[in-house]
């Protein structure tokens, strides 16, 4: 199926992909005033969709786009796209924009535009998950936030430029550092290193995005007895720890094999490990819960 071929959902209708119409005046193309989420369906449900959907009114409420959205309507469109795209396990993605109005800073505006859309998953090889996969340390840094937390808004540059960089480079994900030069987090992935049975990640100060999947793994870290320390800290803190892996909505937990060079001695290792099969139990437990009553 190509993308052209596919259903879309645009503000309470389903349409071919080729015969949605956003408005030029639309301040999500204008000036990138929108937000979004993208998440992963598994047998036809989102999993972790409360979450996902409490983080995109947290967003649209800090960008002061009005959102009438509850969890039950979301739930009930997404499935029904999924149906009619005939599809089970997919790429979701949900997308709010302010909606039209004028150029300029002020002014009326209509309603918001929401759009979603779900199409087949393209995720990491299998090898990586057994293997690990290699990253580089990006040059591109992570911007500090226009707002005080990072939203995952419509102005998805310096994300895209990181992209290109590890893209450029012959990497299928970077390691992107703050302005101060502590850790921050990947292009589209946040990031956790082990020393002896302790995590580590980066905390929300360095700029980061408040991943969902990130604050799930913490929340299974510790119903499984794993310390998790968030903080500040440099690249040479990469000799310390021994096991690494990234988290994402889509590809899940991926483990790391090294950083520009840097190796660490377990690939996957025991900490990743523990994670990655608490995950899949916990998703494969959880999937059939998330839309109870749709």
């Known amino acids: 199926m190509t993308d052209a071929g596919l259903?879309?959902?645009?503000?309470?209708?389903?349409l071919l992909a080729e015969d949605a119409r956003l408005s030029v005046f639309d301040h999500g193309f204008l000036?990138?005033?929108?937000?979004?989420?993208?998440m992963r369906a598994y047998s036809g449900q989102v999993f972790l969709l409360r979450e996902h959907l409490q983080r995109l009114r947290a967003s649209a409420s800090l960008l002061r786009i009005p959102l009438?959205?509850?969890?039950?309507?979301?739930?009930?469109?997404i499935a029904s796209?999924?149906?009619?795209?005939?599809?089970?396990?997919?790429?979701?993605?949900?997308?709010?924009?302010?909606?039209?109005?004028p150029i300029g800073m002020r002014g009326a505006f209509g309603a918001p535009s929401v759009l979603i859309f779900a199409k087949p998953l393209a995720?990491?090889?299998?090898?990586?998950?057994?293997?690990?996969?290699?990253?580089?340390?990006?040059?591109?840094?992570?911007?500090?936030?226009?707002?005080?937390?990072?939203?995952?808004?419509?102005?998805?540059?310096?994300s895209l430029a990181g992209a290109w960089e590890a893209a450029d480079r012959g990497y299928a994900e970077g390691m992107m550092l703050?302005?101060?030069?502590?850790?921050?987090?990947?292009?589209?992935?946040?990031?956790?290193?082990?020393?002896?049975e302790r995590l580590w990640t980066p905390s929300l100060d360095t700029g980061i995005l408040p991943g969902v999947t990130r604050a799930y793994v913490i929340r299974l870290a510790h119903e499984l007895g794993i310390a998790v320390a968030e903080a500040r800290f440099g690249v040479e803190r990469l000799a310390d720890f021994t096991e690494a892996f990234t988290t994402n909505s889509l590809t899940e937990i991926v483990p790391v094999r090294s950083v520009d060079g840097h190796v660490f001695p377990l690939c996957p290792g025991p900490l990743t490990r523990r994670l990655m099969e608490a995950y899949a139990r916990r998703r494969d437990g959880e999937k059939g819960e998330l839309q109870d009553g749709v």
């Open 31 to 38: 000036y990138g005033h929108g937000v979004f989420e993208t």
């Open 68 to 77: 009438d959205l509850s969890d039950d309507a979301a739930a009930r469109a």
């Open 81 to 101: 796209l999924l149906r009619e795209n005939r599809l089970a396990d997919a790429y979701v993605r949900l997308t709010v924009s302010r909606g039209p109005g």
């Open 178 to 196: 703050d302005g101060e030069g502590h850790i921050a987090e990947g292009t589209v992935s946040n990031l956790f290193f082990a020393e002896r």
């Open 123 to 158: 995720l990491p090889p299998a090898e990586a998950y057994a293997q690990g996969r290699d990253l580089c340390i990006l040059q591109t840094r992570r911007n500090t936030p226009e707002t005080g937390v990072r939203v995952k808004s419509l102005n998805f540059l310096n």
């Open 7 to 14: 259903k879309v959902w645009l503000n309470g209708r389903i």
